[in-house]
């Protein structure tokens, strides 16, 4: 007996249900991976917390025993240190910046530019350095003193602003001002792990250094030099200057609280073969903390008209040659933990060195890397920085207001970009900067 309409209708639905789950099935069976999520900024290692306290969060996707050693890392990195009683020379100092890590990331976030919290660095030649230390311990004398000051300074209509430093010597003197020096603030916290993670074949493959496609923009690795003479590819601070998330916790360690670290993970003495101030665990254990903080959650979703505008913008104003959106982790098996692996990940940068133009040219190159070459700052959490900060700024040298400032401040490879937006109607412009108030 024939079915009836309605039940014949029934039937060919659950037909169709039925392979559409057999497809659905047959899919995952072959391993394809579902399409990355750019509001999942850090992959699997997402933050969904948007609050001021978002970059203190450890990562998602950490096990029961990571999130462990993870608290236990975070007493470490919050430590305050002071001089050992008894150890001359040992302990905080004689000469210093801060007496923490968190002394300069604030919340995990950027520094202040400001007196007595922003670093400096300094010519070597000069007599110091690299980093000038205004601090020191009961008994020592700082290196010098340093004040900042603003200038006003006119980029087209815009009136943006300078730093001027001033350094003054123990006996009151100010340096020359031909000394070239370069304020800095201290740079967010934020998927570090991830980044390192990032294959250098990755990374050398979007470099350019000769602008061989003509599109004007060339950067560059920056190929740093182990004492062993061994080459490694640079990609953490300003100029690029640390190959490793452990380097520059040692670096930090030196240049910003005059503490020794192990020059070998295989012992605890220093490079003058003296005990170090720092142990290995707690050296590991401070670049476990860095390693282990994700990223946040972009505010709103890939489908909405705000993220599809400024995408579109970000694009057509050349941004995302630099900027590069999505990078992909690799699969090792070392990895300090296992989120860290095969991740797709929305940093917006692609940890090259590019020449920014005069107007960020300071006049210090450090360690190969011209004093207008700059790494391509990653962009993922820009939107909570002064929610993390309310006084933080942007640029290397906290000298933008405002993520507009910063786009103005753009020159050398950037210049073209920086016309384009400057080009743009007004709501064009204020779409641009909507979609990056919520990265």
Same mark, same amino acid.
């Given at each position: ?7 014949? $209708? ?53 096990? @029961? @025993? ?16 002071? #001089? ?65 000051? $603003?200038? #006003? ?5 815009? +009136? %943006?602003?300078?730093?001027?430093? @001033? ?6 003197? #100010? ?62 601070? +300003? ?35 003296? #005990? ?6 707690? %050296? ?89 070459? +700059?790494?391509?700052?990653?962009? +993922? ?34 210049? @073209?970009?920086?016309?384009?937006? &400057?080009? &743009? ?15």
């Amino acid at each position: 007996m024939p079915l009836p309409p309605i039940a014949r $209708w029934f039937r060919q639905r659950l037909v169709l249900v039925g392979l559409g789950l057999l497809l659905v099935v047959g899919v995952a069976a072959l391993g394809v991976r579902e399409r990355p999520d750019p509001q999942q900024a850090a992959g699997a290692m997402t933050v969904a917390n948007r609050t001021s306290a978002s970059f203190e969060q450890p990562a998602g996707g950490l096990t @029961a @025993a990571e999130q462990a050693r993870h608290d236990a890392a975070d007493l470490v990195f919050d430590r305050t240190h002071v #001089p050992l009683i008894g150890h001359a020379g040992s302990g905080l100092g004689p000469q210093f910046v801060a007496q923490s890590c968190v002394a300069c990331h604030v919340r995990n976030g950027r520094g202040r530019a400001i007196t007595d919290e922003a670093l400096v660095r300094v010519v070597e030649a000069a007599g110091f350095g690299p980093q000038i230390q205004d601090k020191a311990v009961l008994g020592a004398e700082p290196e010098a003193s340093v004040m900042v000051q $603003w200038r #006003p300074v006119r980029r087209g209509a815009t +009136w %943006l602003r300078a730093p001027d430093v @001033a350094v003054i010597s123990p006996d009151g003197e #100010p340096l020359s001002a031909s000394m070239s020096r370069s304020l800095r603030v201290a740079p967010p916290l934020l998927g570090l792990g991830l980044l390192e993670a990032v294959p250098k074949s990755t990374i050398t493959a979007l470099a350019d250094p000769d602008d061989a496609n003509g599109d004007g923009i060339s950067g560059r690795v920056h190929w740093l030099s182990d004492a062993d003479g061994q080459r490694r590819l640079g990609r953490f601070g +300003w100029k690029a200057i640390s190959a490793s998330v452990r380097d520059q916790s040692a670096d930090a360690y030196q240049q910003d609280m005059g503490l020794t670290t192990p020059a070998s993970p295989s012992n605890n003495l220093d490079r003058a073969g003296q #005990p170090a101030d720092i142990s290995n665990q707690e %050296l590991d254990l401070v670049t476990y903390y860095s390693q282990t903080l994700g990223a946040p959650r972009t505010a709103m979703p890939a489908s909405s008209a705000v993220v599809r505008n400024g995408q579109r913008l970000f694009e057509d104003l050349n941004c995302a040659a630099c900027h590069v959106p999505a990078l992909e982790t690799g699969s090792k098996s070392d990895v300090v933990v296992q989120a860290i692996r095969d991740q797709t990940i929305w940093p917006y940068t692609d940890l090259l060195l590019h020449d920014m133009g005069s107007g960020l040219d300071d006049g210090v190159a450090e360690q190969g890397a011209s004093s207008g070459e +700059w790494r391509t700052a990653p962009l +993922w959490g820009l939107g909570l920085t002064q929610k993390i900060n309310p006084q933080a700024t942007f640029l290397h040298d906290g000298r933008a207001r405002s993520v507009e400032e910063a786009i103005l401040w753009h020159g050398g490879e950037a210049e @073209a970009s920086r016309q384009a937006f &400057l080009a &743009l109607a007004k709501p064009q412009r204020q779409a641009l900067l909507r979609w990056l108030q919520q990265l």
